[in-house]
C-alpha cells in the first residue's frame, strides 16, 4: 500500500526558510513522480512542485519559482521541498502527492498517495 509522510513545517517569518519532506514506502518509489500541493482556507488546492522519477525534470507554480526547489534522494526514498524567502500567501497545508505522470512537467492529478499535510504559517 503506497504510503507517504510530510515532515518539516512550522512557524516562520517572512524571508525565512523551511525544508519539507515527504517519506515514502509501500511501493516502488524511483518508479513515481513526486509533487506538493497547498491548500490556504478558504483557497482552492494548488499545485506548487513536481519532480519526475529520476528527478531529472522538475516543475513549479509561477507563484514559487526561483523561490523554491524540489529534489529527491531516491535511496532514502525521499522528496524534500526547500522553501525561501517566504511570504505569508505561502502559509498553507502542504500536501506531499504521488503520480504516475507528469504533463509540463508537473504532476498529473491522479494521486497513487497523499499525505496527511504539514501546516506552514509565514508570519511576522
Known amino acids: 500500500q503506497p504510503h507517504v509522510v510530510e515532515s518539516g513545517g512550522g512557524s516562520v517569518q517572512p524571508g525565512g526558510s523551511l525544508r519539507l519532506s515527504c517519506a515514502a514506502s509501500g511501493f516502488a518509489f524511483d518508479g513515481y513522480a513526486v509533487g506538493w500541493l497547498r491548500q490556504a482556507p478558504g483557497k482552492e488546492r494548488e499545485g506548487v512542485s513536481c519532480?519526475?522519477?529520476?528527478?531529472?525534470?522538475?516543475g513549479y507554480a509561477e507563484s514559487v519559482k526561483a523561490r523554491f526547489t524540489i529534489s529527491r534522494d531516491n535511496a532514502k526514498n525521499t522528496v524534500y521541498l526547500q522553501m525561501n524567502s517566504l511570504k505569508p500567501e505561502d502559509s498553507a497545508v502542504y500536501y506531499c502527492?504521488?503520480?504516475?505522470?507528469?504533463?509540463?512537467?508537473?504532476?498529473?492529478?491522479?494521486?497513487?498517495?497523499w499525505g496527511q499535510g504539514t501546516q506552514v504559517t509565514v508570519s511576522s
Open positions: 502527492v504521488v503520480t504516475k505522470f507528469t504533463v509540463q512537467a508537473m504532476c498529473v492529478p491522479e494521486y497513487s498517495a
Open positions: 519532480i519526475n522519477f529520476s528527478g531529472g525534470t522538475t
